[in-house]
């Protein structure tokens, strides 16, 4: 496996593959806070861990016949040494089907699994688009009962405020696919080619308009820079009825629901309220009100994957982007009941509903938001060696401050004093300890206080300490290391 | 990317890829503790986390020049669209060496990162032959001190004992290159074949015995099946100089010194010896003595890869096969100091030095050694549901074992009271709760003991109790619900 360093003078470039990008800590930080957080709401909730490998057979993501062109269309695939096609998972729901359609017989049903970690998807690379990303799901396999998305809506709406995202900071906004497919139905639209049409238009509400919705649905929208839209044709009943779905009131949900009630339409279309009845019903009865979970009929949720209710959490706070420039964030997480998933491998079809958050598009978030942890990111206390021959000594008082759970290191470089420094600051190190030849003799440790120095550099902090030789620098005796240490940790 | 429900019948068959597997909390369990818990080992030693994308291009992964007609050889690999070849990591040691050489100007130095999780390797998947496993290492790269080395070798130690394995249940073995190198040149042996093929028969020592790598260092060794297996050929005063090294005392590492200072060879062998000697110093500062680390000259640890120090963690106590045969379990782990991996891309040497942990192999080398973790795997409580209309009632119980951070669940499948019960049981819930329209109307909850039920079961606990009509059921007051709920978690 591990080949011989080579002898030619060959040196390949170190350079990352295209969309795909490393992360240091002060980058994995609230990621790693949010997967803690939002596996202990699932967890919470009953939801068991369950972890696949990272690749599927091709076939069993949908892609049935490896194009041998391009085998790479949207996923990373490979072929096998027996021929048969892999490619890595682009999400955490495809993987679960494959799984519950495989153990049915032998899991607890409904089966209720949560899983998280990175999904890949094979698209074009640019500036803020990576190819690799991670996902933190929960879905309940096997109950076709509204409650078992209710309690999806409810994690989902925990889940935010466990990561920070206190009530009326986000929400979920909830609808069902059964509403338009119902209006559709009732005034004679059937074509899925024109209902595809005609969710693509509802999807632009929040860009568009109302008018601009309008125009789509009916004959096409001419755009500012003069491109036209070719539109889905419907007919006058049926666009009316189409924006006034879109229009009904979306702050309480038994107001939504008394609005969609004035709509009627069919028996599709009748299903679908009552199930968004029976939803927000379960949902009160978990403690969940319309400041956390709405019903907003414009939600739609990708094209062609959900079969009933869908949701997605939205942010409800002003972001800015890098330039401080407010923009429009955008969901955050979604969801949604997906019938047929399981079916595709067995022929039965077996209801399932989940939500899946983005994670590294909720850190993104939670930073664009200004709620990104309070915690500071703090490196090791940094021992500063002197003398390569008092390294036991150095030794010493790392091992000293790690028993007490204090990180700690040597410095193990071969630079100077200020060099030293240098690195415990780039390290964001909270001390320096120094232990020269007078501390070792004289039985004490001196301590710099290196936030501290930073605060002052900042002036975050008065400066007339700065005035004092050396700002936040104490000696003590040895024995009241790790008292110091703490003292300086504390403020 | 999601393609639409296929209307044709194809039906993929639900399978995983060859050489990949599912894992669910119980198999999950074992790993994630690990990792926490030697995370929190790396964190202590000021190790920062660092996470690269699963891909690097093949060239940086030393396959320079991918065989069209076998591109995955040992790795999995695939063309970009640009032509250009990536591979999913065989470990974690050559990213970093990719990001090292890439980030070298701008970090700080020496740099100390850890990073842990999935690898894959494409091999021929077997029974127990897994093609993705989980790594965790620390490496600190840009110290040439051996004081780098004692520190890995400590946290290394730490890690072990973290993670259950307390002193004398496993021990890190220390060995350097340097030694036989330099014994080698000492009697004029320098060609690399040679000195390669006395590295595989000291590996072999373990298995064959003084004995059988006496044969392979010399013209040959004939097996008990009588296969013939070429030997290095080497001359009588190497062979017996490498033996004299190989018979080392082991158990103290003052008393390994002593012995292998008597040996001599060459300055590459001093300069082994003298490096030995200054992790002795610093493993002594650092509290580690030899029960935790010892020097045994035996240790290889892979043929082309390591420059100077080597080292491995393997268990000291007896290990059971699935049926109870002991096994010898080999090593959980191991590194060492390589000085040329970041040179590959910038010319420039590097000196690093690391360790990683085999997590997968850890976890199951727990598991055979008896000491998996104590925690038992525990479900949560499940709410029956006896009928649709008090829904919200069973909900609102959930709710408020949530609120007290007890994971609970209302059953929302469709089967009856027999069925749910087993359902819990299966899902290792340690009760059941039980809300029929007598308790609503009497603002009670009666409560099922389930893990009391299983230990009855299992003739854990006196059966007396089964006598009584319903074993481990008490009817409360609703107001006494999370009290008696917390009663059953805590028996």
Redesign the interface.
């Known amino acids: ?6 002898d030619t003078d ?9 969309g ?6 002060r ?2 930080a609230a990621e790693r806070r949010i997967l803690t957080a939002v596996s202990a709401v699932y ?4 939801f ?10 091709a ?2 993501l ?3 016949l490896p194009d041998a062109e391009r085998p ?1 269309e ?1 996923v ?3 072929q ?3 021929d ?1 096609w ?1 490619a890595l998972r ?1 999400d955490l729901t495809a993987p679960l089907a ?2 519950a ?3 049915w017989e032998t899991l ?3 089966f ?1 699994r949560y899983a998280f970690g ?1 999904v ?2 094979n698209e074009k690379p640019g500036p803020a688009r990576f ?2 990303f991670t996902q933190c799901d929960a879905d ?1 396999v ?4 509204p ?2 998305d209710a ?1 999806i809506i409810a994690m989902a709406a925990e889940g935010l405020e466990a990561v920070g995202l206190s009530q009326g900071r986000a929400v979920i906004k909830v609808s069902n696919r059964k509403l338009l497919d119902g209006l559709l139905v009732g005034v004679g639209v059937t074509a899925p080619a024109q209902k595809l049409i005609a969710l693509r238009a509802m999807d632009k509400l929040d860009r568009l308009g109302l008018q601009g919705v309008k125009e789509l649905l009916g004959v096409g929208r001419l755009d500012e820079s003069g491109d036209f839209t070719k539109g889905a044709n419907l007919g006058t009943a049926a666009i009316d009825a189409i924006l006034k779905l879109l229009s009904a009131p979306a702050d309480d949900r038994g107001e939504t629901l008394n609005w969609l009630s004035g709509i009627g339409g069919s028996d599709a279309f009748a299903e679908g309220l009552t199930e968004l009845g029976q939803i927000d ?2 949902l ?4 969940v009100g319309s400041d956390r979970a709405r019903f907003d009929p414009s939600i739609v949720r ?1 094209l ?2 959900y079969t009933g209710v869908v949701f997605e959490a939205d942010l409800q706070i002003p972001t800015v982007d890098d330039k401080g420039k407010p923009v429009r964030f955008g969901s955050v997480g979604g969801g949604g009941r997906y019938d ?1 998933l399981v ?5 039965e079809k077996v209801p399932a509903t989940g939500f899946s958050f983005g994670v590294s598009r909720l850190a993104a978030a939670l930073e664009a938001a200004g709620a990104a942890g309070q915690e500071r990111l703090r ?4 021992v500063i060696a002197f003398n390569a021959d008092d ?6 008082v ?2 000293e401050l ?1 028993a007490a ?6 410095y ?3 630079s100077g004093m200020k060099a030293q420094m240098k ?1 415990a600051d ?2 964001l190190s909270p001390a320096a300890i120094m232990l020269g030849g007078d501390e070792i003799a004289a039985g004490t440790v001196t301590l710099k206080d290196l936030d501290l120095g930073r605060e002052l550099a900042e002036g975050v902090k008065d400066n007339s300490a700065w005035k004092s030789e050396r700002p936040g620098q104490i000696t003590v005796p040895r024995s009241a290391l790790v008292a110091s240490v703490r003292a300086i940790l504390g403020h």
């Open positions: 496996m591990i080949d011989a360093p080579d060959f040196r390949p470039e170190a350079r990352n593959p295209r795909f990008v490393d992360r240091r800590a980058d994995l967890e919470r909730y009953g068991e861990l369950l972890d696949t490998g990272v690749f599927e057979y076939d069993a949908g892609k049935f790479n949207g990373f695939a490979l096998d040494d027996d048969q892999m682009y494959r799984f359609a495989q153990n607890p049903k409904p209720r990175p890949w998807r190819r690799q309940t096997g109950s076709n009962r409650e078992a309690e019903h379960a009160k009865a978990l403690g990708g062609e994957y047929d079916a595709r491998f067995t022929g490196g090791p206390i940094v390294m036991p000594h150095y030794f010493a790392a091992a790690r759970g204090i990180a700690a290191e040597v193990l470089g071969s690195y780039r390290r």
